[in-house]
């Protein structure tokens, strides 16, 4: 049986600076110049994100549904794409090497919380996606997990654990298995 988890602990924690939330206001107000920018406005967009603090090579491709916490913790190299919708919780750092593709809807997840104190702190772990790699639609990337160049996370798969290069990664939970 596992320790009674401290509500009061984890609420009194403060996680973020003052610098921090009031970084995260100005992007929460700036996210309609985001959302509502027209398709084929990928430079606007990545000049949004960099005026945040992200860190955005040329050429990337950036939907305007994308949903991202705290650019400031975002590195997406040239060439790289992240589709209608997706997710990228940046809690923690996350880096998209170049010509890696993030599909529509997948979720990268750079956060959890320390199941083995009762106090939950906050983790901000980061996410690895390696050049040429392709997270495929409505696929999960969970905290710490890496990528490999050229890798494949299949549709709907749940990666918990990293994903060799070269390799195809298919289901939930995540099974390895060699591409074709």
Known sequence: MSAQADIRANRSTRVWSFQTQLARLCWGLSLPLFRFSP???????????????AQIGRAVHIHPTVRITMPWHLRIDDEAAVGDRAILYALGMIHIEARATVSQYAHLCAGSHDHRDPARPLLRLPIFVGADAWV?????????????????????????????????????????RAKL
């Open 39 to 53: 398709r084929p406005l990928w430079a606007w967009r990545v000049w949004l994100l960099r005026l945040f603090g």
């Open 136 to 176: 495929c639609a409505d696929a999960f990337v969970g905290p710490d997990v890496r990528i490999g160049a050229g890798a494949i996370l299949g549709a709907r798969a749940v990666a918990m654990r990293d994903l060799p290069a070269g390799q195809l990664g298919v289901g939930n939970p995540m099974q390895v």
